[in-house]
């Protein structure tokens, strides 16, 4: 019987890693960043270029941190769900426009609606490797205390606003 | 308007630094060290390529970066530390050595050593259960009748042989 069984459990062990496996995303790559300082910065306002942003500005505050792009495909299909989202006036929105030329982006949220409290620019991409960007959009949830908290990698959906990103603002906003 | 030119004078040796970077890249041996040491880097856009090989634009970006970081005096040490503070082990193609990674360091020995294991009880089972098999009287006296028939065969083409 013995000799029947323990072929049987290591296929059903095997099984079960191979089929786990087969449903991680391998872009998913952890980021080193969660629970540290965002990284600091001072960067020009896409509509007022003249005028400065800095994540020190929101000391004290719950925000989220969304990287995007005019160029970017994946942002488009997170659009509806970032507007939505800013007109709740959950938590305020500010956008990293990455690598992108400021005209395209200005017509891109002329066009599609402007969720964002503000965007600021990062025209050669130098805030982005700061802050471990690999695949826009990526969005951060800063807490009070300036600390990244969680990263959303690839577009924000309804599905995991509601699950993860949602109850993590409550959360920070509660302390 | 006196803001705006103290803010475009800050910048400039942001501007400065590109520009020098561009001439860098002109620098064969700084060019070579960069290339070595992208080899040891992962494209985290074309997760199987290395940074020197990828063309993505992130990978021509982190190049950049590198080059960078090298002209200012860093080694290639501090190099990988502030690549990985950012993007995570991840972009290591050789992962170190830390409790996360223990099993992907030493599960391949321990799966060795476990299959050795089974191999050398299994060896063993089977020794004892090649035991000598109890034979009646009858059955050993033909046993040696056999034997000795085969023997004698055997003797016999060898004799003939030599």
Known sequence: ?175 | MKRLLILLFFLLPTFALAGEAQDMAADPVLEKRMVGLAEKLRCLVCQNESLASSHAELAEDLRREVRELMQKGMSDQEILDYLVSRYGDFVLYDPPMKKTTLVLWYGPFALLLLGAGVLFLQLRKRKSEIAEPQLTEEQSARAAVLLAERQDSQTQPKDTQA
């Open chain 1, 1 to 175: 019987m013995m000799r029947f069984i323990l072929p049987f459990v290591v296929f059903v062990v095997l099984a079960v890693f191979l089929f786990v496996g087969l449903n991680l995303n391998p872009r998913e790559v952890p980021s080193p960043l969660i629970g540290k300082p965002a990284p600091a910065f001072v960067l020009p306002q896409l509509h007022e270029p003249q005028k400065n942003f800095s994540p020190a500005d929101m000391k004290g505050k719950v925000w989220l941190l969304n990287v995007w792009a005019s160029w970017c495909v994946s942002c488009r299909e997170e659009h509806p769900v970032l507007m939505g989202l800013a007109q709740q006036n959950i938590v305020p929105i500010y956008g990293l426009d990455y690598k992108d030329s400021s005209a395209e982006a200005e017509r891109w949220l002329q066009k599609g609606g402007d969720p964002y409290v503000l965007s600021v620019t990062d025209t050669e991409g130098r805030i982005g490797i700061d802050y471990g960007v690999y695949g826009v959009p990526e969005t951060y949830v800063i807490d009070k205390q300036g600390v990244i908290r969680y990263k959303q990698i690839g577009p924000v959906t309804p599905d995991n606003l509601r699950e993860k990103i949602l109850p993590m603002v409550a959360e920070l906003q509660a302390k």
